[in-house]
C-alpha cells in the first residue's frame, strides 16, 4: 500500500497518516501564499479564512461557468426561475443533500445564510443589502428572493452568498469573528484531519451528496511564502495543483519534469492601482481627488515593462482608459479611446505637464510636486509581500511617479494585512485585481458601484459616482443585448472621463499542474471551466472533482 504524495513529504504527512489511511489519495495544493495559516473556516471571513473553506468545506447553490458563456452548473440547487418583472428569483434545491453531520440540507439553511449576509456589512462581502429586500421559504427545498429593484443578473451575486447550516449558526453568538474551529459543511472535503500553521489537511465527506464524482480522500495545504518558495516546491514535483506566477515558466518548472509538468494560462482578471479617495492624509486625498492629477499617475506608468519585465510577458497590457480589457473588445466604445486614450500612454514629460497645467508644483525643491494649496503628496504604494511580479510592477510604477515628480514608495505588507488595508480605507495607493465574468459588468459593478464601496478589496477606492452606479443597476433590468451594449458603452464614458482606477493590464488566470499522481487536469485541449485553485474561483469545485489518481 502506498500515500499519493511525493517522498519529500512522507515526514510531514506521516505525522497524521495511519495505517487505515494509507490507501487515502492526498492532492497537494497551493491556492495562497501566507507565512502562515490561521485556524479559521468562517465562510463569511475574507481575509484569515483558510482558502480551501468555500467551495471545498462549504458548495454554492450554483457555478456559473465563464468559460461556457455563463453556462449554469447546477450544485446544492438545481433550478432557478425569475419572475417576468425580473423582481424575483425562485430557486429549487437539491434534495438528499446531507451537511457533513448527517443533518438534512433544505431552506432554512439557505434562509439563515442570507440573513446573516444581511445581518451585518462585515459578513456581506457581495452587497445583497442593496439588492435583497428578503429571502422566503416556499417549502422545504424551495427558496424565494426578492429582490430591491429588477435585475437580470442578481443571481450571479446570490451564488456568492456562502450557505451554511441553520442548526449551527443559529446558535453562534457573534458570526463575525466566530472562527468555526469545528465545520460543518455541505461540500467534498469538510474534515480537517491536521491542522497546524505550517501545513493542513482536508478530508473527504462521508455524507457528500456527489461522493460517487469525488475520487481525491484530502487536500494537502503546505504554507508557502511567496513565488519564489512556491517555484522550488513545484519544480522539486512536491505540488499537484497550484497557482502562481512562476518566472521562465518553461525552463524553470517544465523542463525540470517535461512528462509531468504543464501549465495553462487562460485570460483572467483585470489588475489596477487604487487610489484611495478618501485617504487620510490631506495632500494625498486632494491629489486623488483630481482627476489631472489621476491622469499623470496613469501617464507616469510604463505598462509594458510591467507586462515584460515584471510579468515576463505573460499578462496582457491594458491600456484602455475604460479599463475594459482586450478580451472585452467587442463591448468597446471607440469614441472613449479617442477623448482619453492619451492618458493610458507612457509619457513621463505628458505627466509633468500635465501636473503643471493643473498647479501641482515643487514649493520645497525636494524634487516632488505639492498639491495647488502646497500640501505635501507621499504615497505609499501597497503590494502583497511575495507576489513577486506584482511588487516588480509597482517598483515600476513607483519609478515612473518618482520620474514625473510624485514622491511615492512601495510597501509590502502580509497578504491578509493588504486586504484588510484595502476593505478599511487604511492605505493610499495598492495594487489590486478584479475578477471578470462572461460580460463587462461584473467588473465594473465589483469595484466601481457605490453600493459596493467598502464591502470587499475589489471595491476599495471609496469612488462615489451616482450616475455610473445608475448605469450598472440600469444593465440588470434589462436582458435586450442591444440596450446592455448601449448602457455599456455610457459605462466606459464615465470611467474613461473620471479615472476612477488607473487599469495596467490583465493577469492571466495563473495554473500549473503536475500529472505525476494526478489526471484529468483541466487545460487548452480540455478548457471544461476555470481551472485555478485560487479562493475567488467557484469553478475550482468542478476541478477537484475532474480529477483522478494515477492507477
Not at 473553506?53 to 449554469?72: Q, R, S
Not at 445564510?113 to 456581506?124: G, I, K, M, Y
Not at 510624485?406 to 485585481?433: C, F, H, Q, R
Request: proline residues 6%; hydrophobic residues 40%.
Amino acid at each position: 500500500m502506498k500515500l499519493t504524495v511525493t517522498a519529500g513529504l512522507l515526514a510531514s504527512v506521516a505525522i497524521w497518516t495511519t495505517a487505515a489511511q494509507a490507501e487515502e489519495t492526498v492532492l497537494s495544493a497551493l491556492p495562497e501564499q501566507v507565512t502562515a495559516w490561521v485556524e479559521n473556516f468562517n465562510p463569511f471571513n475574507q481575509t484569515t479564512a483558510a482558502p480551501s473553506v468555500l467551495d471545498f468545506m462549504y458548495e454554492p447553490l450554483i457555478i456559473f461557468n465563464a468559460m461556457d458563456g455563463g453556462k449554469p452548473i447546477y450544485r446544492l440547487a438545481t433550478a432557478y426561475e425569475y419572475s417576468e418583472d425580473l423582481s424575483t428569483i425562485t430557486v429549487t434545491l437539491r434534495e438528499g443533500v446531507k451537511w457533513s453531520d448527517g443533518e438534512a440540507f433544505d431552506a432554512d439553511d439557505v434562509v439563515k445564510s442570507f440573513e446573516l449576509a444581511l445581518s451585518d456589512p462585515a459578513l456581506d462581502s457581495v452587497g445583497m443589502a442593496q439588492t435583497l429586500a428578503g429571502v422566503e421559504k416556499i417549502d422545504a427545498q424551495t427558496v424565494r428572493f426578492t429582490l430591491t429593484t429588477p435585475s437580470s443578473q442578481a443571481m450571479y451575486q446570490i451564488v456568492r452568498v456562502p450557505v451554511v447550516p441553520e442548526h449551527i449558526w443559529s446558535a453562534v453568538a457573534d458570526p463575525v469573528t466566530f472562527t468555526n474551529p469545528n465545520p460543518v459543511g455541505s461540500g467534498p472535503l469538510t474534515e480537517i484531519r491536521r491542522f497546524t500553521p505550517q501545513e493542513y489537511v482536508q478530508c473527504r465527506n462521508t455524507n457528500y451528496w456527489d461522493a460517487e464524482s469525488l475520487k481525491v480522500d484530502c487536500m494537502r495545504f503546505p504554507q508557502i511564502a511567496n513565488n519564489d518558495q512556491a517555484l522550488a516546491a513545484a519544480a522539486n514535483g512536491e505540488l499537484d495543483w497550484m497557482g502562481s506566477f512562476l518566472p521562465d515558466i518553461e525552463n524553470t518548472y517544465v523542463a525540470k519534469d517535461p512528462e509531468h509538468h504543464s501549465y495553462w494560462l487562460p485570460g483572467g482578471s483585470m489588475v489596477a492601482f487604487y487610489m484611495n479617495f478618501e485617504a487620510h492624509e490631506a495632500g494625498d486625498k486632494a491629489a486623488f481627488n483630481d482627476v489631472a492629477f489621476r491622469r499623470a499617475v496613469s501617464m507616469a506608468f510604463d505598462r509594458e515593462a510591467m507586462v515584460e519585465i515584471a510579468g515576463y510577458g505573460y499578462p496582457t497590457i491594458n491600456q484602455y482608459p475604460s479599463g475594459l480589457g482586450r478580451a472585452f473588445h467587442s463591448w468597446n466604445n471607440p469614441e472613449v479611446d479617442d477623448k482619453f486614450g492619451a492618458f493610458t500612454q507612457y509619457d513621463i514629460e505628458g505627466a509633468k505637464a500635465l501636473l503643471a497645467e493643473a498647479g501641482y508644483k515643487d514649493i520645497d525643491g525636494d524634487g516632488f510636486v505639492e498639491t495647488p494649496a502646497g500640501e505635501p503628496i507621499d504615497l505609499e504604494v501597497i503590494v502583497p509581500n511575495g507576489w513577486t511580479d506584482w511588487v516588480n510592477s509597482c517598483q515600476i510604477a513607483v519609478e515612473g511617479l518618482n520620474a514625473a515628480g510624485i514622491k511615492a514608495n512601495v510597501s509590502t505588507p502580509e497578504s491578509a494585512v493588504w486586504t484588510e488595508k484595502l476593505i478599511n480605507g487604511d492605505y493610499d495607493m495598492a495594487i489590486n485585481s478584479v475578477r471578470v465574468g462572461p460580460t463587462p459588468f461584473n467588473q465594473y459593478l465589483d469595484s466601481l458601484h457605490e453600493n459596493n464601496q467598502t464591502k470587499s478589496r475589489f471595491a476599495a477606492s471609496r469612488y462615489y459616482n451616482a450616475e455610473l452606479s445608475g448605469l450598472l443597476d440600469a444593465f440588470t433590468q434589462t436582458s435586450d443585448a442591444e440596450k446592455q451594449m448601449a448602457i455599456m458603452g455610457d459605462v466606459q464614458e464615465i470611467v474613461g472621463a473620471e479615472m476612477p482606477l488607473v487599469t495596467v493590464f490583465n493577469n492571466p488566470n495563473w495554473y500549473q499542474y503536475n500529472t505525476k499522481r494526478f489526471t484529468g487536469f483541466f487545460n487548452a485541449d480540455n478548457p471544461v471551466a476555470n481551472p485555478v485553485v485560487h479562493k475567488t474561483n467557484p469553478a475550482r469545485l468542478i476541478h477537484l472533482l475532474s480529477l483522478r489518481p494515477v492507477q
